[in-house]
C-alpha cells in the first residue's frame, strides 16, 4: 500500500527551489568544497551566535505552545523540552569557537538580515500565533542547519579540518533524528489543523526560507 504523502512532504516538493538554496546556498558549498573564506565563516559565527540568543526565547514559547495545544500522549512537550536544553550547550559552544577563532561577541552588531530574522521570531512568540504555526518555524530552522551541514559531512566532501567539528555539532545523524521527531509533531498538528492555520504555517515555513537564505548570504558577503 502506497505511504500517505504528508503535509510536510507536498510543502517540501512544491517550494524545492527554495528550500534547495536554503539548504545548498553558496556559503554552505563553500565550506563543502574547501574554499570558504574564514572571514566569511567569522561572520556567520558571530552573527548566528548573536540569533541563537534570540532564538532561546523562542523555542521557549513553541514549548509553552506545546503545553497548552498538544496531545500529552505525542510527547511534543519532551521532544521540544530537549531542544531547550540542547541551546544551553549551543551557546557555551559559540563562545569557545569564538575564543578559537578570534572573534569578540560583545562587539558583534546584528546585520540588518540578522535583526529581521530576529524580529520575525519574536513575532511568532506572540500568544496569538498557533502552536502548529509557531512549530513549522522551529521544525524548518533546525533542519535546514541539520540538512546543509550534513551536506559539508558526505564522503566527497572536501571540508576544512578546522571546520569539521561545527559541521557535526548540526550535521550529526543524532540531530537528524530529533529534526525527525519535530517534523513528526508538526505533521500530527496539521493533520487535525483548519485551512486557516495550515495556510498560514505555509506561509511561515516560506518566511523561514526566505529568512535562513538572507542570514546565508550575509556570512557570505552577498548582502
Known amino acids: 500500500m502506497q505511504a500517505k504523502i504528508t503535509v510536510t512532504e507536498t510543502w517540501l516538493r512544491k517550494h524545492r527551489h527554495l528550500y534547495d538554496g536554503a539548504t545548498r546556498h553558496p556559503f554552505i558549498r563553500s565550506i563543502r568544497d574547501g574554499n570558504i573564506d574564514i572571514s566569511a565563516f567569522k561572520t556567520w559565527l558571530g552573527q548566528d551566535y548573536i540569533f541563537v540568543r534570540a532564538f532561546v526565547p523562542f523555542v521557549a514559547s513553541v514549548l509553552t505552545k506545546a503545553y497548552k495545544g498538544s496531545d500529552d500522549g505525542n510527547g511534543d512537550v519532551e521532544v521540544i523540552l530537549g531542544g531547550v ?26 546585520q540588518k538580515a540578522n535583526q529581521e530574522y530576529c524580529r520575525f ?13 509557531a512549530a513549522v518555524a522551529f521544525w ?21 579540518p578546522e571546520l569539521k567539528e561545527t559541521c557535526q555539532r548540526w550535521g550529526n545523524e543524532s ?23 495550515i495556510t498560514k504555517a505555509e506561509a511561515t515555513l516560506l518566511r523561514v526560507l526566505e529568512h535562513e537564505v538572507d542570514f546565508w548570504n550575509m556570512s557570505h558577503r552577498r548582502t
Do not use: M
Open 175 to 197: 540531530f537528524g533524528e530529533y529534526c525527525n521527531s519535530l517534523r513528526n509533531i508538526v505533521d500530527r498538528q496539521l493533520e487535525k489543523a483548519s485551512d486557516d492555520v
Open 121 to 133: 521570531l519574536e513575532s511568532l512568540i506572540s500568544p496569538e500565533v498557533e502552536y502548529t504555526v
Open 85 to 110: 536544553a540542547a541551546l544551553h550547550d549551543e551557546i557555551s559552544w559559540f563562545k569557545k569557537e569564538a575564543f578559537k577563532w578570534g572573534v569578540q561577541l560583545s562587539s558583534i552588531v546584528p
Open 140 to 160: 524548518a530552522i533546525e533542519t535546514i542547519y541539520q540538512e546543509s551541514f550534513a551536506h559539508c559531512l558526505e564522503d566527497d566532501s572536501k571540508t576544512p
